[in-house]
């Protein structure tokens, strides 16, 4: 198929946006045959089916790089008791947070499960989101992680979407092992990888370094497991205080570091010569009412790339809308609107290791969004209004 008459951020070479003014783009089998302006369309593309695109915007469909989509039960309570006074850390260590997530999803059934998760995901979807991570983490015993974990892979029969899963067991400590991280490292955590990986349910393996989730050293032993496994890693570091994730992280050549609020600037050197991106999650920044940002212009001085992600998940940052994202990744942090859509794509392709899409370019697949506007920084300038036209996976409208 031919799409013709469109502007297209193609996010592809070195110019703003990878913009082409009046393009068109051929599709081919799944995947770009050629981008380029209108004048120059190869003459074999011109055989194809073509659709005018009446001069809307095409941009490489989105990737939603850092989610916690799986879950049961919600948390609106806490976002009461938030607004009373009571700290995200003091929920947390009275049991509640993460801790009451966990005892909602143990009891939530597979399918309860699937179907929470497939309304945050059409939210997704109905955006442009064309392949989302879904990290597990709120089972923190065998069973429960794994059935996270199929329940995101089965996402993927149920709607056009490539899921990226994420094996996070090491999010919190559980009730269970009070006190006992590393107990609980080596008798839960990194068993159940180990039986994940066999069943081909993990993409990447994260964790939580923080005061009130695990230290770097316990992280290191969690890191030591996937590599065995030949897994990647990631890992959610310095999100409420610095901990060092970061340095360990990089230093184990991570795919990504998230959140990064309390990150230094040696922090984003270690990440630029380890090649990790920056992902960025202003919903958590936000829901928190943190005010330590991230250190975007260190980020920037090291060439480290940055990706903008929602977090969505029921506590921190019940996001399903990667549009505002990009949004408070600009209004909050200061980024450009190129660099909130490069971090929605490109950036985004990056953090989960894949190099076959997130661009426009010949060879990528031709997973696209059509959008109803002129110009890619209208994306980011709106609240609350979504322009999606179309959107094309696999070469399919
Ligand atoms: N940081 C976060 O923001 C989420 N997980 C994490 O490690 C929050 C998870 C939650 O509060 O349920
Ligand atoms: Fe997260």
Same mark, same amino acid.
């Given at each position: *198929?031919?799409?013709?008459?469109?502007?297209?951020?193609?996010?592809?070479?070195?110019?703003?946006?990878?913009? &082409?003014?009046?393009?068109?783009?051929?599709?081919?089998?799944?995947? &770009?045959?050629?981008?380029?302006?209108?004048?120059?369309?190869?003459?074999?593309?011109?055989?194809? $089916?073509?659709?005018?695109?009446?001069?809307?915007?095409?941009?490489?469909?989105?990737?939603?790089?850092?989610?916690?989509?799986?879950?049961?039960?919600?948390?609106?309570?806490?976002?009461?008791?938030?607004?009373?006074?009571?700290?995200?850390?003091?929920?947390?260590?009275?049991?509640?947070?993460?801790?009451?997530?966990?005892?909602?999803?143990?009891?939530?059934?597979?399918?309860?499960?699937?179907?929470?998760?497939?309304?945050?995901?059409?939210?997704?979807?109905?955006?442009?989101?064309?392949?989302?991570?879904?990290?597990? %983490?709120?089972?923190?015993?065998?069973?429960?992680?794994?059935?996270?974990?199929?329940?995101?892979?089965?996402? #993927?029969?149920?709607?056009?979407?490539?899921?990226?899963?994420?094996?996070?067991?090491?999010? +919190?400590?559980?009730?269970?092992?009070?006190?006992?991280?590393?107990?609980?490292?080596?008798?839960?955590?990194?068993?159940?990888?180990?039986?994940?990986?066999?069943?081909?349910?993990?993409? =990447?393996?994260?964790?939580?370094?923080?005061?009130?989730?695990?230290?770097?050293?316990?992280?290191?032993?969690?890191?030591? =497991?996937?590599? $065995?496994?030949?897994?990647?890693?990631?890992?959610?570091?310095?999100?409420?205080?610095?901990?060092?994730?970061?340095?360990?992280? =990089?230093?184990?050549?991570?795919?990504?570091?998230?959140?990064?609020?309390?990150?230094? +600037? #040696?922090?984003?050197?270690? *990440?630029?010569?380890? %090649?990790?991106? @920056?992902?960025?999650?202003?919903?958590?920044?936000?829901? /928190?009412?943190?005010?330590? *940002?991230?250190?975007?212009?260190?980020?920037?001085?090291?060439?480290?790339?940055? @990706?903008?992600?929602?977090?969505?998940?029921?506590?921190?940052?019940?996001?399903?809308?990667? /549009?505002?994202?990009?949004? *408070?990744?600009?209004?909050?942090?200061?980024?450009?609107?190129?660099?909130?859509?490069?971090?929605?794509?490109?950036?985004? =392709?990056?953090?989960?290791?894949?190099?076959?899409?997130?661009?426009?370019?010949?060879?990528?697949?031709?997973?696209?969004?059509?959008?109803?506007?002129?110009?890619?920084?209208?994306?980011?300038?709106?609240?609350?209004?979504?322009?999606?036209?179309?959107?094309?996976?696999?070469?399919?409208?």
């Amino acid at each position: *198929m031919l799409l013709t008459n469109c502007h297209v951020a193609s996010l592809h070479g070195d110019t703003p946006y990878g913009a &082409i003014q009046t393009g068109a783009i051929w599709m081919r089998d799944a995947k &770009i045959a050629w981008v380029g302006a209108k004048g120059d369309i190869p003459t074999a593309a011109r055989e194809d $089916a073509s659709v005018d695109l009446e001069g809307r915007l095409v941009t490489p469909g989105l990737i939603d790089c850092h989610t916690h989509l799986v879950f049961g039960g919600d948390r609106a309570d806490e976002f009461e008791k938030r607004l009373n006074g009571v700290s995200y850390e003091e929920i947390a260590r009275a049991g509640g947070g993460i801790l009451s997530t966990l005892t909602a999803t143990r009891q939530a059934s597979e399918d309860a499960l699937l179907q929470g998760a497939l309304t945050r995901l059409d939210a997704l979807i109905g955006e442009g989101v064309t392949t989302v991570e879904v990290k597990s %983490g709120y089972g923190l015993e065998a069973d429960t992680e794994l059935r996270m974990l199929r329940v995101a892979r089965r996402l #993927a029969k149920h709607r056009d979407i490539d899921v990226q899963t994420t094996y996070l067991a090491a999010h +919190a400590v559980p009730p269970e092992y009070a006190g006992q991280a590393v107990a609980y490292l080596d008798e839960i955590v990194i068993p159940t990888m180990r039986l994940a990986a066999q069943d081909g349910l993990v993409d =990447a393996v994260d964790g939580f370094c923080e005061g009130i989730a695990f230290s770097t050293a316990q992280i290191a032993r969690v890191f030591d =497991a996937a590599k $065995a496994l030949n897994l990647p890693v990631k890992l959610h570091a310095e999100q409420l205080s610095h901990q060092g994730g970061t340095a360990l992280a =990089a230093q184990q050549g991570a795919l990504s570091v998230d959140h990064l609020e309390y990150a230094t +600037a #040696a922090d984003a050197k270690a *990440m630029s010569q380890a %090649g990790s991106v @920056a992902v960025l999650l202003p919903g958590a920044f936000y829901t /928190l009412r943190e005010t330590q *940002m991230p250190p975007v212009q260190a980020f920037r001085d090291h060439d480290v790339p940055m @990706a903008l992600a929602t977090d969505c998940n029921p506590g921190s940052s019940p996001l399903a809308s990667l /549009l505002l994202a990009m949004n *408070m990744g600009c209004t909050l942090f200061r980024m450009t609107p190129e660099e909130a859509l490069a971090g929605v794509t490109r950036h985004a =392709a990056r953090a989960l290791g894949l190099s076959d899409r997130g661009e426009i370019a010949p060879g990528q697949r031709a997973d696209l969004a059509v959008w109803d506007v002129q110009k890619p920084a209208e994306l980011a300038y709106r609240i609350g209004f979504n322009p999606l036209y179309k959107r094309i996976k696999g070469g399919v409208v």
